[in-house]
């Protein structure tokens, strides 16, 4: 346990630093772009399901990239822990993380008397963050491009604001606002399939 944690301590010391603030950074603005307060079920869904959501890839795509340095790969790869395990121990920390950022907007939410389930609307957009995450993390592995992983997230994204009720069907992100869930539990399945084809890619290069 001692090895996991101090892996978990070295990524949240020399990887985490910049995009836990591009995360900080994403929802202090948040209330210049759009409304925050007052909102319907409706609204506050758009809001979290269209925004919010789009920390999953700020947080879960970077996973493999201190590998991009090949001296770190091969240390990685040299020491007794695996390097799958290496990459779910970060996979988790920035997924803890996401859950808190999200718990923390969604108190924000209700403080500033937005009316939504809370529970219901906690776990729907925490589904959309891993999807999103974990799209461009299978991405990532399966190429070794970090901007191709980015964009592999940002073009579904696209294509889902662009009508994409009709063709992403199940996977379509932005279901809460239509007042639909049972899309956000096909997305909790794709994300943990993206999320170990994405892992199987990464340590085949080894």
Sequence with gaps: MERYWQIEKTN?????????????????ISPFLMGV????AADTAKVLERYVALLGIVM????????QDRA???????????????????????????AAFL?????VLRSNNCEFPVVKYYFGTFAGMLFFGALGLFF?????????GYMASIVYYIMAVGGGNKYLKMFYPFSMSME???????????AAVLTAGGMYFRCRRK
């Design 180 to 190: 639909r869930y049972g899309e956000k539990l096909w997305l909790f399945a794709g």
């Design 103 to 107: 718990g923390i907007y969604i108190f």
């Design 140 to 148: 990532y592995g399966m190429t070794d491009n970090l901007v191709i």
């Design 12 to 28: 949240l010391k020399y990887h985490i630093p910049l995009h836990f603030l591009v995360c900080v950074f994403l929802l202090g």
């Design 37 to 40: 307060e007052n909102l319907s």
């Design 72 to 98: 770190v790969q091969e240390l990685v790869y040299a020491k007794y822990t695996k390097g799958a395990a290496v990459y779910l121990v970060r996979l988790l920390g920035n997924v803890l993380i996401l």
């Design 60 to 67: 879960m795509v970077p996973v493999f990239l201190p590998e």
